[in-house]
C-alpha cells in the first residue's frame, strides 16, 4: 500500500494525460487517413506487413526514412488490424508516458509537490497532445528525446553519488550506474532511428560531456569513459539498419537527404511566401525539385541541391537576416499550416474550428512562463539542467537553419513545461527550498511574531512609549 501511494501521483498524471488525448482522438482525429508524410509512413509498413520489403513501391527499397515509426506501426498492425486509429491509440499511450517523464524530471529538479502540477498541466497541454491525432514521427521522436533526457540526468546524478560515496573518481561502473547507461545508449540509438536529424544528438552529448569536464561537475575520466559507452550501445542499435542500407545502397552511409532539406528552406518561394498556400518563411520544395521518396535520389542529385541552395544563400546575403528572422517567428507561432492534421482534414467540424483558437491561447502562456523559469532556474539548477539547455539552444539553432516551422518546436513542449514547473519552484518554493511566495509569507510572519513579543512590553512600561518602527526591522 505504501509502494502505492509513492506512484500515484505518477499514476495519476498518466491517466489524466491519456483521457485526454483519447478525447481528443475520438472527438477531432475520428476518420483520420494518414496523408504526406504519414501516408508514407503508412505504406512503408504496409508492404513490411506484405511483401516484407521496406519499399516505397513495389521491388524499390528505400534508404529515406528512418526505420523505427513504420517498423512500429508494422506491428501495431499485424497485432492489432490495419488500422489508423489503434496506431493513434498507441500514441496516446507513449505521449502519456511523455508526461510521466516530465513528471520525474521536475521531481528530481522541484521536488513532488512541484513535479505534481508540472505532470498535469503537460496532461493538459494541447502543444503536446495535439500531435497524437497523427502519423508523423513527431510524438515518437518526443517521447525518445524527453525518456533520453531523463535517463542521461539520472547518469549524471548516479556517477556523483558513487564519487561522494566512495571517495573515489568512479572509474568503475556501479550497478545503479550501469542501469542507466544502458538506457541511455539505447535510447540514443532509438532516438537516431526515429529521425536522421537525431545524429546531430551525438554532436550534443559530446559538447555536455566537454561542459561536465570542463565546469568540473564530474570527473574526467568516469565522464569519458561513461559518454563513450553510450555512443557504443547506440552504435550496436543501429548496426543492423546501417548493414541493411549497405546491402541496399553498397555503402555504409547512405545519400542524405540534407540538400532536399537546405534548397526547401532557401529560395525565392519561400522567402516571398503565398498567402493562398505558402506561408512566408517556412519550408517548401523549390520547382524542379527530386522527391526521395518517389524518384530516384543519386549523389549527384545532392550535391546539386546543396550547390543550389549556396548558391541562393551568396546572391540574397541581404535578404538572409530577413529569412532567418521568419524562420525564428514561424517557429514561435503558437500553429501555422500543418499538412495533414486531423482538424485539417475535417475543417467543418466545430472541434477543428475551435482548435486554431485554443492552441494560441494555452500555449503562448506557457511560452512566458517557460521564460521566466529558464532564467530563474539558472542560479541553483544549472548544473543539473546543462543538458536540458543545450537541447532547447540545439532545437532552435536547428529550426532556423533549416525549417521555420511550429511543428519542429515539438520535440522541446516538454522541456518548456519543465520550466513552468522551475518558474513555479521559484515563486512557490518545493519542499526542500524557499521560494518568492513562501519567502514573504515567512518574513511577515516573522514581523508579526516581534510585534506580538514586544507590545505586551510596551504596555506595561510605565512611560507608555511607542516602539519605534526601526526595534522591529532590527528584531527581523
Given at each position: 500500500?505504501?509502494?502505492?501511494?509513492?506512484?500515484?501521483?505518477?499514476?495519476?498524471?498518466?491517466?489524466?494525460?491519456?483521457?485526454?488525448?483519447?478525447?481528443y482522438n475520438i472527438v477531432v482525429a475520428n476518420g483520420y487517413t494518414p496523408t504526406f508524410d504519414a501516408g508514407i509512413y503508412n505504406n512503408l509498413a504496409h508492404s513490411l506487413i506484405h511483401t516484407q520489403c521496406y519499399c516505397r513501391a513495389p521491388h524499390q527499397p528505400t534508404t529515406f526514412r528512418p526505420p523505427l515509426w513504420p517498423f512500429m506501426l508494422a506491428a501495431i498492425y499485424s497485432i492489432a488490424g490495419e488500422h489508423s486509429s489503434y496506431a493513434r491509440l498507441f500514441y496516446c499511450v507513449l505521449d502519456s508516458g511523455t508526461c510521466v517523464l516530465i513528471y520525474l524530471?521536475?521531481?528530481?529538479?522541484?521536488?513532488?509537490?512541484?513535479?505534481?502540477?508540472?505532470?498535469?498541466?503537460a496532461a493538459l497541454y494541447v502543444g503536446l497532445f495535439v500531435w497524437t491525432g497523427w502519423l508523423y514521427t513527431e510524438t515518437l521522436y518526443t517521447f525518445c528525446l524527453t525518456a533520453l533526457i531523463f535517463t542521461l540526468s539520472r547518469l549524471q546524478q548516479n556517477i556523483l553519488l558513487v564519487e561522494l560515496s566512495t571517495g573515489t573518481k568512479a572509474l568503475t561502473i556501479s550497478r545503479p550506474v550501469w542501469k542507466w547507461l544502458i538506457a541511455s545508449g539505447l535510447l540514443l540509438g532509438l532516438t537516431l532511428l526515429t529521425r536522421p536529424t537525431g545524429a546531430i544528438l551525438i554532436g550534443l552529448l559530446c559538447i555536455w560531456a566537454l561542459i561536465l569536464i570542463v565546469r568540473q561537475i564530474l570527473p574526467w575520466r568516469a565522464t569519458l569513459i561513461h559518454v563513450f559507452l553510450v555512443l557504443i550501445i547506440a552504435m550496436v542499435v543501429n548496426v543492423p539498419w546501417l548493414y541493411r542500407n549497405y546491402l541496399v545502397t553498397h555503402t555504409v552511409f547512405p545519400i542524405s537527404t540534407i540538400g532536399t532539406t537546405l534548397v526547401g528552406s532557401y529560395n525565392d518561394t519561400v522567402l516571398q511566401g503565398d498567402n493562398a498556400n505558402i506561408i512566408r518563411g517556412m519550408w517548401y520544395p523549390s520547382s524542379n525539385i527530386i522527391n526521395p521518396d518517389f524518384q530516384r535520389y543519386t549523389l549527384a542529385d545532392a550535391q546539386g541541391d546543396t550547390a543550389r541552395a549556396l548558391a541562393w544563400m551568396r546572391t540574397h546575403l541581404n535578404e538572409m537576416p530577413t529569412l532567418l528572422g521568419l524562420h525564428i517567428l514561424n517557429m514561435w507561432t503558437p500553429y501555422l499550416y500543418a499538412h495533414g492534421l486531423p482538424f485539417e482534414q475535417f475543417r467543418d467540424r466545430l472541434s477543428s474550428k475551435v482548435m486554431p483558437y485554443l492552441i494560441p491561447i494555452v500555449s503562448i502562456p506557457i511560452f512566458l512562463l517557460a521564460a521566466v523559469g529558464f532564467f530563474v532556474t539558472w542560479?541553483?539548477?544549472?548544473?543539473?539542467?546543462?543538458?536540458?539547455?543545450?537541447v532547447i539552444v540545439l532545437t532552435i539553432l536547428q529550426n532556423i537553419a533549416f525549417y521555420g516551422s511550429p511543428r519542429y518546436r515539438a520535440p522541446i513542449e516538454p522541456l518548456l513545461i519543465l520550466f513552468v514547473g522551475g518558474m513555479l519552484w521559484w515563486l512557490l518554493g518545493a519542499e526542500d527550498t524557499s521560494g518568492t511566495r513562501r519567502y514573504f509569507r515567512a518574513r511577515k510572519a516573522r514581523v508579526q511574531e516581534v510585534i506580538e513579543h514586544i507590545l505586551p512590553t510596551a504596555k506595561s512600561d510605565e512611560g507608555g512609549e511607542k516602539i519605534s518602527s526601526p526595534a522591529i526591522h532590527s528584531a527581523e
Amino acid at each position: 500500500m505504501r509502494q502505492l501511494k509513492v506512484y500515484m501521483p505518477g499514476i495519476s498524471v498518466f491517466c489524466v494525460a491519456l483521457f485526454v488525448r483519447i478525447v481528443y482522438n475520438i472527438v477531432v482525429a475520428n476518420g483520420y487517413t494518414p496523408t504526406f508524410d504519414a501516408g508514407i509512413y503508412n505504406n512503408l509498413a504496409h508492404s513490411l506487413i506484405h511483401t516484407q520489403c521496406y519499399c516505397r513501391a513495389p521491388h524499390q527499397p528505400t534508404t529515406f526514412r528512418p526505420p523505427l515509426w513504420p517498423f512500429m506501426l508494422a506491428a501495431i498492425y499485424s497485432i492489432a488490424g490495419e488500422h489508423s486509429s489503434y496506431a493513434r491509440l498507441f500514441y496516446c499511450v507513449l505521449d502519456s508516458g511523455t508526461c510521466v517523464l516530465i513528471y520525474l524530471l521536475a521531481s528530481d529538479l522541484f521536488g513532488k509537490r512541484i513535479a505534481l502540477i508540472t505532470g498535469l498541466v503537460a496532461a493538459l497541454y494541447v502543444g503536446l497532445f495535439v500531435w497524437t491525432g497523427w502519423l508523423y514521427t513527431e510524438t515518437l521522436y518526443t517521447f525518445c528525446l524527453t525518456a533520453l533526457i531523463f535517463t542521461l540526468s539520472r547518469l549524471q546524478q548516479n556517477i556523483l553519488l558513487v564519487e561522494l560515496s566512495t571517495g573515489t573518481k568512479a572509474l568503475t561502473i556501479s550497478r545503479p550506474v550501469w542501469k542507466w547507461l544502458i538506457a541511455s545508449g539505447l535510447l540514443l540509438g532509438l532516438t537516431l532511428l526515429t529521425r536522421p536529424t537525431g545524429a546531430i544528438l551525438i554532436g550534443l552529448l559530446c559538447i555536455w560531456a566537454l561542459i561536465l569536464i570542463v565546469r568540473q561537475i564530474l570527473p574526467w575520466r568516469a565522464t569519458l569513459i561513461h559518454v563513450f559507452l553510450v555512443l557504443i550501445i547506440a552504435m550496436v542499435v543501429n548496426v543492423p539498419w546501417l548493414y541493411r542500407n549497405y546491402l541496399v545502397t553498397h555503402t555504409v552511409f547512405p545519400i542524405s537527404t540534407i540538400g532536399t532539406t537546405l534548397v526547401g528552406s532557401y529560395n525565392d518561394t519561400v522567402l516571398q511566401g503565398d498567402n493562398a498556400n505558402i506561408i512566408r518563411g517556412m519550408w517548401y520544395p523549390s520547382s524542379n525539385i527530386i522527391n526521395p521518396d518517389f524518384q530516384r535520389y543519386t549523389l549527384a542529385d545532392a550535391q546539386g541541391d546543396t550547390a543550389r541552395a549556396l548558391a541562393w544563400m551568396r546572391t540574397h546575403l541581404n535578404e538572409m537576416p530577413t529569412l532567418l528572422g521568419l524562420h525564428i517567428l514561424n517557429m514561435w507561432t503558437p500553429y501555422l499550416y500543418a499538412h495533414g492534421l486531423p482538424f485539417e482534414q475535417f475543417r467543418d467540424r466545430l472541434s477543428s474550428k475551435v482548435m486554431p483558437y485554443l492552441i494560441p491561447i494555452v500555449s503562448i502562456p506557457i511560452f512566458l512562463l517557460a521564460a521566466v523559469g529558464f532564467f530563474v532556474t539558472w542560479r541553483c539548477k544549472r548544473k543539473q539542467l546543462i543538458l536540458i539547455y543545450l537541447v532547447i539552444v540545439l532545437t532552435i539553432l536547428q529550426n532556423i537553419a533549416f525549417y521555420g516551422s511550429p511543428r519542429y518546436r515539438a520535440p522541446i513542449e516538454p522541456l518548456l513545461i519543465l520550466f513552468v514547473g522551475g518558474m513555479l519552484w521559484w515563486l512557490l518554493g518545493a519542499e526542500d527550498t524557499s521560494g518568492t511566495r513562501r519567502y514573504f509569507r515567512a518574513r511577515k510572519a516573522r514581523v508579526q511574531e516581534v510585534i506580538e513579543h514586544i507590545l505586551p512590553t510596551a504596555k506595561s512600561d510605565e512611560g507608555g512609549e511607542k516602539i519605534s518602527s526601526p526595534a522591529i526591522h532590527s528584531a527581523e
